[in-house]
């Protein structure tokens, strides 16, 4: 056995053994924790849920006020920019793109921020007690939940219709399911290197969260008796995104070697 070998089998064991203390740690200090004060702690959160359900309504309405403002913005500078990148040429023309690319960024993460904050928000009022005590508001509620995620919706085909507009090589219907294998053939190389590039570091990203956040949800059921669904569902992710990969890996190389 090679000397990087032997070194890779100790780092193994030296990153194990300082997780399991971790763990032991973490443990232990949470039992501590919750037999001395965890009365106390589950009061607080079913305190603080009752607070959030109290102003969901409200926040749903912030939410969807602000949602509205940040695409309108995002829509606004994106046919300025767009306006911008017709009129020049070369450096100044790959500035401006830049300049789309990021606000066009940050548009799409403020879009789907808006969607995943309703869909928390909407799911604390999810139990039989607080609807039947609450059935109009909870309604109220529903309504402005599906204005917010309709406007979500229809701003990402907007988004889309107006980048096709600044670059007409774009290709690919928005509401088709094959829209992003569409989008990605209407790529140059350069944008096709930037895109596999990203997608190889999402797939890192994602598979260095998912033991943690297994962990997280593991101790979360220990503690508060959360159930073991929300830890099923990302180990379920968690296989899905790592088959999805190999299986695509596989079938790449697979087309590679018939041609």
């Not at 004060?37 to 309405?61: C, E, T, W």
């Not at 695409?71 to 070369?90: A, V």
């Not at 229809?154 to 690919?172: A, D, F, L």
Request: hydrophobic share 40%.
């Amino acid at each position: 056995m090679s000397r990087t070998n032997k070194n890779s089998y100790l780092k193994l064991l030296l990153i194990s053994g300082i997780s399991a203390l971790f763990g032991g740690i973490l443990g232990g200090g949470g039992y501590i924790l919750f037999s001395n004060s965890g009365d106390k702690i589950r009061v607080a959160l079913s305190n603080a849920m009752v607070q959030i359900q109290n102003y969901m309504l409200p926040a749903l309405i912030l939410l969807t006020i602000v949602s509205v403002i940040i695409g309108e913005y995002s829509c606004r500078k994106l046919k300025f920019i767009g306006e911008q990148i017709l009129k020049t040429e070369d450096e100044e023309c790959d500035n401006w793109e830049y300049k789309e690319e990021k606000i066009g960024a940050f548009g799409v993460n403020m879009n789907i921020l808006s969607q995943v904050l309703g869909i928390m928000l909407l799911v604390t009022g999810y139990s039989s007690s607080y609807i039947e005590e609450n059935v109009g508001r909870f309604l109220c509620a529903c309504v402005i939940f599906m204005i917010c995620e309709g406007y979500d919706s229809i701003w990402q085909i907007r988004y889309v219709k107006i980048t096709q507009h600044n670059h007409p090589e774009k290709q690919g219907d928005p509401t088709s399911k094959k829209f992003q294998q569409q989008w990605l053939d209407s790529c140059d190389e350069a944008e096709k290197e930037r895109i596999y590039k990203s997608s190889y570091k999402t797939y890192l990203i994602i598979n260095r969260s998912m033991p943690v956040l297994i962990f997280g949800t593991m101790i979360l059921h220990l503690f508060f008796d959360t159930g073991i669904l929300a830890t099923v569902v990302v180990a379920i992710m968690w296989i899905i995104v790592t088959f999805s990969y190999n299986h695509s890996c596989v079938t790449l190389r697979g087309n590679y070697i018939k041609k």
